[in-house]
């Protein structure tokens, strides 16, 4: 009787036993699946997100508003991979990295160009990737957003237009004798030709004749120049424009050799060789640029995000190219600049 009541005893307790390692299987597989939403806000770490960065050509502006997107990124995601790649100027390169980039699911294009720009929108089209631009005069003019304040796509981002007019006017007070400049652009790059259309616009109303030199490669700009220098133009104005920025150290070159004043709508190429510029700092804009893209990646729809612009313009002078082609200023006009480069103490 006893051993009887024994064994029942035991068996019970062995079923205890059992059952109870069951249950605690059964809560440790369910406090592993359930333990991401009840974990600190420290332990959970968001989605990675990646970035295609397409840069139509390298050059010194490029450059440094692609680091200004880069830092903009790497500052407000610390889990962000972007994928950085130059077309080299070329159409169908920026179709093709377009397509690798939606080809890798990225979560966002960002394209420094115009023509880059129109690839890339028109790569992404069909999956709505969205794509920000910065570094771009007219993006209205080159059909990628359908307004400035409601793009109503899948584009938005950042231009880097200034106005003509307070350029050709601190062009005139540096040169007060100003009466001709000398434009090369491209006709392929949209930008340019809307740059064109507006800068002869403005000169016309300050009695300034714009004489253009079409180039459609960079191997060309040398020529150019020369043939604007052969015109005896009072200065040469490079706006914007991606063939010429390209080659800029060859215009800079035959410039400082014919004593010709070189002016940029771009402050970055200042140290780089030209006279002086009126316009925003790239680095700026790339940060701005990052901005729009950090709206995007929190889940903000590119057609809800208005097209900026620069938030101000500074007036650059290069006093050693200044003194190399026999230029001098007054003190008085000097302090009315914001920034003054190589400027001997």
Not at 111 to 120: C, E, K, R
Request: contains cysteine.
């Amino acid at each position: 009787m006893f051993y009887k009541f024994s064994k029942r005893l035991i068996n019970r307790n062995l079923d205890i036993k059992l059952v109870t390692s069951k249950l605690s299987v059964a809560l440790s597989l369910l406090w592993s699946l359930c333990s991401p939403i009840f974990a600190s806000p420290k332990e959970i770490e968001a989605p990675p997100f990646t970035v295609g960065l397409l840069q139509i050509v390298a050059h010194p502006a490029l450059d440094k508003t692609q680091k200004g997107i880069i830092d903009g990124l790497q500052k407000a995601h610390s889990n962000v991979r972007i994928i950085v790649k130059i077309a080299q100027g070329n159409i169908l390169n920026a179709t093709m990295i377009s397509q690798k980039f939606i080809g890798e699911n990225v979560d966002a294009i960002a394209v420094l160009g115009t023509s880059g720009a129109q690839a890339a929108a028109k790569a992404a089209y069909a999956t709505k990737t969205p794509v920000v631009f910065a570094s771009i005069t007219d993006p209205l003019g080159a059909k990628l957003v359908q307004s400035l304040d409601q793009p109503g796509g899948h584009v938005t981002g950042v231009s880097n237009y200034t106005a003509q007019t307070p350029q050709l006017l601190y062009f005139k007070e540096l040169i007060p004798n100003l009466e001709t400049i000398g434009f090369i652009y491209n006709p392929g790059e949209a930008n340019s030709v809307t740059l064109l259309e507006k800068t002869i616009e403005a000169a016309r109303e300050l009695n300034i004749s714009i004489i253009p030199v079409a180039v459609t490669k960079t191997t060309e700009v040398s020529m150019a120049t020369q043939r604007l220098i052969s015109r005896k133009v009072d200065a040469i104005f490079i706006n914007n424009d991606n063939t010429a920025l390209a080659a800029f150290d060859v215009i800079a070159q035959l410039c400082q050799s014919a004593k010709l004043p070189l002016f940029v709508s771009d402050t970055d190429m200042v140290k780089q060789g030209a006279l002086g510029a009126l316009g925003p700092d790239q680095y700026a804009l790339g940060l701005q640029c990052a901005a729009i893209l950090s709206e995007i990646l929190a889940g903000k729809n590119p057609k809800d995000i208005p097209v900026q612009f620069p938030a101000k313009t500074e007036r650059y002078l290069n006093m050693e190219v200044a003194g190399k082609i026999a230029l001098t200023f007054p003190k008085e006009k000097l302090k009315k600049i914001d920034k003054i480069l190589f400027e001997k103490s």
